[in-house]
């Protein structure tokens, strides 16, 4: 079954920058829909941006503009490159695979999910 593996959190001073990564093995990863969410302490998991097969992107309104999704197809590879950090934005980052169609921003509609890493971003 396909197996996701986070790495790159940390901490930020707000305003900064980090980069998530997404190593994705045991499925086809060219062909998979790609989502990142997170949960902050006390609140929902929240879908924040998503890369299909054809390389189409999709983002939640309160990371738009901020944050980019990328996908390397010959390293296995998703990317979230995150600017212009705000407090806001301190939530454990999950990596999602497995898509089963359907809207990108639901947590159900993929079937395979990373252990997360932690982003904290301080004022």
């Known amino acids: 079954q396909v197996r996701l593996v986070e790495s790159g959190g940390g901490t930020v001073q707000a305003g900064g920058s980090l980069r998530l990564s997404c190593q994705y093995s045991g499925g086809t990863f060219s062909r998979d829909g790609i989502a990142w969410y997170r949960r902050a302490p006390g609140q929902d998991r929240e879908g924040v941006a998503f890369?299909?097969?054809?390389?189409?992107?999709a983002y939640s309104d309160s990371v738009k503009g901020r944050f980019t999704i990328l996908r390397d197809n010959h390293e296995n590879t998703a990317s979230l490159q995150m600017n212009s950090l705000k407090g806001d934005d301190t939530a454990m980052y999950y990596c999602?695979?497995?898509?089963?169609?359907?809207?990108?921003?639901?947590?159900?509609?993929?079937?395979?999910w990373g252990q997360g890493t932690q982003v904290t971003v301080s004022s």
């Open positions: 890369i299909g097969r054809t390389w189409n992107t």
């Open positions: 999602a695979a497995g898509w089963k169609e359907g809207r990108w921003s639901r947590p159900d509609n993929f079937d395979a």
